[in-house]
């Protein structure tokens, strides 16, 4: 049957749709914070830029006097579209990712599909569509929805093509991963890692498909879409990166041990390292402050390292398992807004706002239930999946270990950077539910057996 020919997947679509419909409504016009709701503290480096590429043509950096680098281009290209279309930078940024967190129920009904049949399709697109995470950063001006659903097709064509090696798929899968590194730098790395894969898998016969071809289809059209932003940081602020949030990231990520060290909060400790940064800092070039920021953080670095090792499981598991309730329990107006300190840190493995009522409370057990069933659900179907598709599963496997790791690697480790992998466990959590109810159904006993 053809995926528009199933009417399950249609009931779950209509209903997720109605429920965004009813949520955004609410939020949108009845919400009593207005705009401020969708507003995250990483909103303005965001809006910023896009606003001054609609006013001068180029974008800045909201924290320096630069041309923008922290960020890349793809989310206020994004941002620059919507207002374009609609006039406004809120709102409807708020809408069109609540239609792509729609759409993003397609390519994982898709890939399930692929993977083990109509059934793990549909149980897979209900453990996507009820997916709190989701619905919250629909609402949020961030870059996780769209980089999800641009993660999300990258995955159904490079599935694809391990199934049946068309040159079609693996070059789109090829672009779909660059859009959307400019989209979240954080993929940045996952091209080298994809990359050996490929190569593997080609050259083991795993995939039938020359290994040159494979590598030409899939890196030089990575290489040529980011190598372009390479050049333009080279010829406008002589830096040649691709951004210097990883400079920026290595020397702010010791804040949560300066905090420990001088029992300060999270916040404090954050102003000390921006405080201890050189007079004038902001105007340096930047080549020169992403080399201060290197030069500073390595004595951090080996001053904390043992404190981050013996932290590291909780930030993992708060990736791994966080409810972003905060955020969730602030839109539906049921706390208080998340404070600077909750946005930014969640430094408490529980939230400390979900006491205050009982739909709060309510909200947060639902919100940590279907978690906690994905994940098992979506760890178990990655075993099962090993048993008939090894290059698919081992893939999907590494893919989800790569984000997950690279989320969980400082205090702020929470729930949202789950998101480029939370899809993947939902497929996978279709594949264990089939298996488990293939598994009860064989062992009823058949009402025309023999008494």
């Given at each position: 049957?053809?995926?528009?020919?199933?009417?399950?997947?249609?009931?779950?679509?209509?209903?997720?749709?109605?429920?965004?419909?009813?949520?955004?409504?609410?939020?949108?016009?009845?919400?009593?914070?207005?705009?401020?709701?969708?507003?995250?503290?990483?909103?303005?480096?965001?809006?910023?830029?896009?606003?001054?590429?609609?006013?001068?043509?180029?974008?800045?950096?909201?924290?320096?006097?630069?041309?923008?680098?922290?960020?890349?281009?793809?989310?206020?290209?994004?941002?620059?579209?919507?207002?374009?279309?609609?006039?406004?930078?809120?709102?409807?940024?708020?809408?069109?990712?609540?239609?792509?967190?729609?759409?993003?129920?397609?390519?994982?009904?898709?890939?399930?599909?692929?993977?083990?049949?109509?059934?793990?399709?549909?149980?897979?697109?209900?453990?996507?569509?009820?997916?709190?995470?989701?619905?919250?950063?629909?609402?949020?001006?961030?870059?996780?929805?769209?980089?999800?659903?641009?993660?999300?097709?990258?995955?159904?064509?490079?599935?694809?093509?391990?199934?049946?090696?068309?040159?079609?798929?693996?070059?789109?899968?090829?672009?779909?991963?660059?859009?959307?590194?400019?989209?979240?730098?954080?993929?940045?790395?996952?091209?080298?890692?994809?990359?050996?894969?490929?190569?593997?898998?080609?050259?083991?016969?795993?995939?039938?498909?020359?290994?040159?071809?494979?590598?030409?289809?899939?890196?030089?059209?990575?290489?040529?879409?980011?190598?372009?932003w390479h050049i333009r940081n080279t010829l406008t602020t002589g830096f040649g990166g691709f951004t210097s949030v990883g400079a920026y990231n290595l020397y702010i990520w010791n804040e949560?041990?300066?905090?420990?060290?001088?029992?300060?909060?999270?916040?404090?400790?954050?102003?000390?390292?921006?405080?201890?940064?050189?007079?004038?800092?902001?105007?340096?070039?930047?080549?020169?402050?992403?080399?201060?920021?290197?030069?500073?953080?390595?004595?951090?670095?080996?001053?904390?390292?043992?404190?981050?090792?013996?932290?590291?499981?909780?930030?993992?598991?708060?990736?791994?398992?966080?409810?972003?309730?905060?955020?969730?329990?602030?839109?539906?107006?049921?706390?208080?807004?998340?404070?600077?300190?909750?946005?930014?840190?969640?430094?408490?493995?529980?939230?400390?706002?979900?006491?205050?009522?009982?739909?709060?409370?309510?909200?947060?057990?639902?919100?940590?239930?279907?978690?906690?069933?994905?994940?098992?659900?979506?760890?178990?179907?990655?075993?099962?999946?090993?048993?008939?598709?090894?290059?698919?599963?081992?893939?999907?496997?590494?893919?989800?270990?790569?984000?997950?790791?690279?989320?969980?690697?400082?205090?702020?480790?929470?729930?949202?950077?789950?998101?480029?992998?939370e899809f993947v466990l939902c497929i996978t959590a279709g594949v264990a539910v089939c298996a488990a109810a293939k598994a009860v159904k064989g062992r009823q006993p058949s009402c025309l057996?023999?008494?």
């Amino acid at each position: 049957m053809k995926w528009y020919k199933d009417q399950i997947f249609w009931y779950i679509f209509s209903a997720l749709a109605a429920v965004k419909l009813a949520a955004f409504i609410y939020i949108c016009f009845f919400h009593p914070a207005g705009e401020r709701v969708l507003a995250l503290p990483d909103s303005i480096s965001y809006v910023y830029p896009a606003q001054t590429f609609l006013q001068e043509g180029n974008m800045w950096e909201a924290v320096s006097v630069s041309p923008m680098l922290m960020r890349t281009p793809g989310y206020p290209l994004f941002l620059v579209l919507v207002q374009l279309l609609t006039g406004n930078m809120t709102w409807a940024v708020a809408l069109w990712q609540n239609i792509l967190s729609l759409f993003l129920l397609l390519p994982v009904y898709l890939t399930a599909h692929r993977l083990n049949g109509q059934s793990a399709a549909r149980w897979s697109t209900l453990f996507c569509a009820v997916s709190v995470l989701y619905f919250s950063l629909s609402f949020s001006v961030l870059t996780e929805t769209l980089c999800t659903f641009l993660l999300a097709w990258f995955i159904f064509f490079i599935v694809r093509f391990f199934q049946n090696p068309r040159t079609f798929d693996l070059l789109t899968s090829a672009l779909l991963l660059a859009c959307a590194v400019y989209v979240r730098p954080a993929v940045y790395y996952f091209i080298p890692v994809s990359s050996v894969i490929l190569i593997c898998f080609c050259a083991a016969k795993l995939i039938r498909f020359p290994v040159l071809k494979a590598m030409g289809l899939f890196l030089l059209p990575i290489i040529f879409c980011i190598g372009t932003w390479h050049i333009r940081n080279t010829l406008t602020t002589g830096f040649g990166g691709f951004t210097s949030v990883g400079a920026y990231n290595l020397y702010i990520w010791n804040e949560d041990y300066l905090a420990r060290k001088y029992s300060l909060k999270i916040s404090q400790a954050h102003e000390m390292m921006l405080a201890m940064l050189p007079p004038n800092f902001s105007a340096l070039p930047p080549a020169q402050q992403v080399k201060i920021y290197k030069i500073m953080a390595v004595p951090f670095i080996r001053e904390s390292f043992l404190y981050k090792l013996s932290r590291t499981p909780l930030w993992a598991g708060k990736t791994l398992l966080g409810t972003n309730f905060a955020h969730t329990a602030g839109l539906l107006n049921l706390t208080p807004l998340q404070t600077e300190e909750e946005a930014l840190n969640h430094t408490g493995t529980l939230p400390a706002a979900r006491n205050q009522s009982a739909a709060a409370q309510l909200l947060f057990w639902i919100s940590a239930a279907l978690v906690l069933s994905t994940v098992l659900a979506g760890t178990a179907g990655l075993w099962i999946l090993w048993k008939s598709k090894r290059a698919e599963a081992f893939f999907l496997t590494v893919y989800c270990l790569y984000f997950w790791g690279i989320g969980s690697v400082f205090s702020g480790a929470y729930a949202r950077f789950r998101a480029p992998f939370e899809f993947v466990l939902c497929i996978t959590a279709g594949v264990a539910v089939c298996a488990a109810a293939k598994a009860v159904k064989g062992r009823q006993p058949s009402c025309l057996s023999k008494k």
